[in-house]
Structure formats: C-alpha cells, structure tokens
C-alpha cells in the first residue's frame, strides 16, 4: 500500500517550496496588487507573473507524475495548477495526454494550425495579428487560448465539454468582474501578469525543438514520414539555459531549460534536471543555447516566425543562433 505523499524522499522540501511559492506568489500577489502604492502595485504584479510562470511548470511536473507518488495526486494538484494559469478551459487529462504524445511522437502536436489559419483569413486579420506580434503583443498565444475555449463548440468529439466550458468560462470571468469592481487597475495588472507569463514561456518554448508541427487531435496519428528516434530527439531538442555560469538562475523557469536532460530521462524531477545534465553532457554540451543568444533572435523573427515552416539555421554546436527562426503555439498549455 502506497504511504509515502512524495514520489521522491529528497523532493519534499524543493516540491513544498515551488507549490508554496506558486499559490502564496497568486494568493498574496494578487492582494498585493489592489494595493494604492502603484510601486507596491507593480512589484507585486512581477511576483504574480512569475508565480503564473512556477505553476505552469509544476502543471508540466504533475503531467509527469514527478512529485507525488499517487497519479491521482499529481492530477489534483495538475488541476489546480491549470486553474491558476487559466487554462483550465481544457481538461487536465487532455492537456497531459498532449504532452506525452509529444514525447512519445517526438513532433510538436498542437491542436490548432495557426500559419493555415491566418494565410487563409483576410488580408487585413492577417496583418492586424502580425502587427501585434511586431509590437510584442503574444497574439498567437491568445488565440490559441481562445480557441481552447471555442473547441468543444467547433469539433464534435468535443461536444461533451460545451457545459464544463461555459461554467469555467463564467467562473473565471465572475472573479475577473469581481476584481474589476473591487480594483479596476488590479485588474490592468492582472492582465499585464497573464501577458508575461505567456510571452516567457513562448520564449522558452520558441527554441526548444526543431520538431515537425502536426495540429491533430488525441485520436489522430503522426506520419511515419521519418525516423524519429532518441537520436533524432536529442539532435532537434535544446536546452536554452537562462545561465550556464550561475546555474541557481535557471530555477526561475523551475528549470525546465534543461529541455535535453529532461527529454533524455522523463520521470527525473525538476530538481534533479541539472546534475542529470552534468552527468550526461558535461560542462558542454553542443545542444546548449544560453538565452542571451537567443534574445536578439526572437526579437529579429518575431512577426517571420508567425507564418514560416522553416525553424531557420540553429548551430548550437558553434554557439551560433541568429538564423533560429522558432516556433510559436505549441505550449503544453494550449496543446488539447
């Protein structure tokens, strides 16, 4: 009979400690942020943001049964995690069983094509959307939120979710009003912190593979067009480290930039990630690239990357990144 809550003896302090931070970075920060001090306001807005960004990653940790030793554990507090991000819109199990297919396939499956989409929208759409992205406005990533919203209403395996969709929908944008009424600038704010936590995890997942992208359902299959093995895995996998130098720092993104290690060993938990990355690479590893190499690259292809299929030219053997293109709207969180 399973006892023990934690899946691992040593991630009960690191576990507690990210759970903690992500609720009480929501719970408090939100408070915070209704505050009359705009600075007391503005700082508290950061502290929620990256508590978004904590708990959309520890989503990606339950996915992975990697913190309690119960799976029904790990769907509850996954579920939970889901809520806080909102993207609660979809059902926890559809969101996880996404996610695996991406390992197990080894492509980026998403649930919506969006380069078809806006080629096929009017001219006018289609440029509104690119000027948005021009202006750092994450207008992919919204619509791919949206359309998590809109799917049971559009695709008839979905018709059983309409009821579940429509109570979320009106849950949430109860609260929103209610926050709206209470602090119509904590409700600004909150809107800016949604905003950031969409565009850094859009950033990390930009260049973290060179997958082929295939907008299917769980039902639909990959095509066997190619050898898609581990090799084939590591060589189209990246770990965009926020610092090589000062390790520590990739805990802002729970360490999830260690995208290569955790691809190689999938039940290895967030905390393990960077001693699994020495053990496997070394001190360098040909699949590296820093982020500061790849901020000028999603600035540069930021609208081209909208519309292209191409991923561009990535030697991170060299160091090199300025051609990565990257990809857009294919975060776990939207993937249904």
């Known amino acids: 009979m399973q006892t023990r809550l934690f899946r691992y003896q040593d991630g009960i302090t690191p576990n507690l400690f990210a759970i903690t931070y992500a609720l009480s970075g929501y719970a408090i920060g939100l408070w915070l942020m209704t505050s009359s001090n705009l600075i007391v306001a503005l700082l508290a807005t950061l502290w929620f943001a990256h508590a978004l960004i904590i708990a959309a990653y520890l989503f990606h940790e339950f996915a992975h ?3 309690f030793a119960r799976h029904v554990n790990n769907t509850r507090a996954g579920t939970l995690m889901t809520w806080l991000t909102g993207s609660c819109y979809a059902r926890y199990e559809h969101l996880r069983h996404k996610h695996i297919r991406h390992h197990v396939d080894r492509a980026d499956v998403i649930s919506l094509d969006t380069k078809a989409l806006l080629l096929a929208a009017p001219t006018p759409l289609r440029r509104s959307v690119l000027l948005l992205e021009w202006c750092y406005v994450p207008a992919i990533e919204l619509l791919m939120h949206s359309y998590v919203i809109a799917l049971p209403f559009l695709r008839k395996e979905r018709h059983a979710d309409r009821l579940r969709v429509a109570i979320v929908f009106a849950i949430r944008l109860s609260a929103f009003a209610a926050l709206a009424y209470f602090s119509p600038r904590a ?12 565009t850094v995890l859009r950033f990390a997942d930009a260049f973290q593979h060179t997958y082929d992208a295939y907008a299917i359902l769980e039902s639909d299959k990959v095509p066997q067009d190619k050898v898609r093995d581990r090799a084939y895995e590591q060589a189209n996998t990246y770990s965009n480290l926020l610092s ?32 699994l990355h020495r053990h496997l690479y070394g001190n360098t590893s040909s699949q590296t690239l820093p982020m500061a190499r790849l901020l000028w690259p999603f600035h540069t292809h930021r609208v081209t990357r909208v519309l292209s299929d191409d991923y561009g030219v990535v030697d991170a053997a060299a160091g090199k990144a300025e051609g990565f293109i990257g990809a857009v709207s294919v975060s776990f969180l939207t993937a249904v």
């Open 244 to 275: 090589e130098r000062w390790p520590l720092l990739n805990l802002l993104l729970l360490n999830f930039s260690y995208h290569n290690a955790h691809h190689q060993q999938l039940a290895v938990a967030w905390y393990r990630l960077p001693a």
């Open 187 to 198: 409700a600004l704010l909150y809107c800016l912190a949604y905003l950031i936590m969409v």
């Open 65 to 67: 049964d990697t913190i």
